[in-house]
């Protein structure tokens, strides 16, 4: 005869046949099927609460998103003027000066340079600039300027230069 199996967890005390723990298994089965079958859902109660989080959560991420986004689109713009300044510096010492400059050339030195660089020229200077978030516009009046949110009116050099306004920009972009 064989000593008869302790229930699950317990200190051996309370035995049951392998009849019985094969009856406990189907009765469990029997209750998940049930269950399973069943029609019932979630309350109004708990799902008023799960579209309550998920707003909360809406209400802080969308700001932030936000944030993030405009802070990119600013960084774009400062990378292209940056990025575009070796470009003009190598026209002119190919060409010179400075005086028919313009994005076309500029493309013909740089295959990579950003599509959002707009340029004006004059014999020795010259103005990059690109748009940022909403609004902002970053410019770089060369040679030896550095980049700025406020339209220059001088380049580095002492050079008067004049820089694309943002209304002729958005004619360009169209």
Known sequence: MTPPVPINGGNGDLPISPSQKTQGAKLTMNRL???LRSEEG???????VVMI???I?????VPSYLAFRGTAQ???GKADVR???PDAEEYFSVNNNYSSMDFAALKALDSGIGTDVYVTSTDDAYCLAAVGQGTSIWYYAGPGG???ATEPTAAGNGSAVTCPTATE???AQT
Request: hydrophobic share 65%.
């Open 169 to 171: 920009m958005a004619v």
């Open 53 to 55: 989080i998920i707003g």
């Open 83 to 85: 990025a575009a300044v």
């Open 57 to 61: 959560l809406i209400a802080i991420a």
């Open 74 to 76: 600013d960084t774009k």
């Open 33 to 35: 099927q049930q269950r």
């Open 42 to 48: 979630f309350t109004l109660i708990e799902l008023l």
């Open 146 to 148: 550095s980049v700025t």
